[in-house]
């Protein structure tokens, strides 16, 4: 299972041995390079970065940090190993081997589903490229790159499973991959979280607290695919994201340490004041935090859907942690509430749990979310500070599903159309908060140095020093 670094691609797949398989693979290969050349972080290409690049996927090999520049990153196909006799754990084929190949009735279905997850993640490194320039720190900086490789990495990962099992149609899938652009008019990113712009580092934050857990609970979703080489290449995935969402999580901690020192010492909560100071006020915080929040629980889909049901019925995506879940894992005749508009009020119905799935995996997401900002609650509350953050009701801002066509506040009341208006400014952010966050977004780059609005980390990358060199300018 080890990878072979004389191979131009490294993975280990045994892509040397299927010569049909790397030469196409050798094709895309280029037009991969120049995609990054031309979406990938910006003014970038001659920088040496201090990054993590996976030679294995055991523990002590998947982490191995070095100076790379990006361009000649080693972007690599790497397989979680296979688990001997793994049975399918759930839908109608439950007790079955696991698949090797793609079975042909399922063939159009898991397409599908690998060309949405996998254009997730070019459209990403494509929303944060000008991101590099407003950076923080070095450190942040770094983390940013970081981030941007691993999801170039993902992309590898869902290229692999086109070209070694789709044939032409996947090759032609994998060349479209790189021709969409998040936010183009005309051939946009296929899901919507994906083609808004992340302008600032307080959203960089936020999309990677918010919309890389959405990664993490999609990704669950197939490593649980009855297709192995799909569960296998989504467990491995699973472990970059981990890194993605603390990049999120500690980095809006640290906005709200700096911003809760000032709050401290000046003895003010007026934001009007700490933006004369130069900090982020915890009232835009939450107005982020609810924006990003409602964005990415539109991504699971509408609430009922029979697409959901046929993915897990037909074996190709499970549910988070399925095998820890005690039912029947067939859900024939199971229910799952989701949410209607009843007397005004919304209310829990019961529905099939089949077509629910969407909604079990949104809330799944849900909960994982709210106990990662109750984390940063209780900094607030150990520092002696009263406001709270909350995670907005999951029926807030939605364009997607049937909750699209009705006004819900933060806290899940329905409202009229003339309330909302009155309201919306408390709830999302106004041009003039995105307009003062773009104003804090200079350039910090000197080694140890950071930007006035956010703390430093509590400690540095791989046991490096905070004011290390981790990235070469050249
Ligand atoms: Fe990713
Ligand atoms: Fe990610």
Redesign the pocket.
Known sequence: MDISYSDSIPNNVELASDKVLQRALEHWQPQFRAWWGEMGPEGSSAYDVYLRTAVSVDRAGWAQFGYVKMPDYRWGIFLNPAEPDRKIAFGAHRGEPVWQEVPGEYRANLRRIIVTQGDT?PA?VEQQRHLGLTCPSMYDLRNLFQ?NV??GR?LWAMVYLLHRFFGRDGREEAEALLGRRSGDVDNPRILGAFNEPTPDWLSFFMF?FFT?RD?KFQLSALAESAFDPLARTTRFMLT??GH?MFVGRNGIRRIIDRTVEIMTRERTDDPRRLRALGVIDLPTIQRYLNFHSSVTVDLFGADLSSNAATFYTTGLKGRFREEHIGDDHVLRDAAYPVLELADGALRGREAPALNALNERLRDDFVRDSVAGVDAWNSALEKRGIELRLRVPHKAFNRQIGPLAGIKVSPDGRVISAADWEANVRDWLPTAEDREYVQSLMGRVIAPGQFANWISPPASGINGQPLDCEYVRFG
Do not use: A, K
Request: net charge negative; proline share 0%.
């Open positions: 993640e990403s981030v691993e999801e993902h990677t890389d990664g970059e994201e993605h």
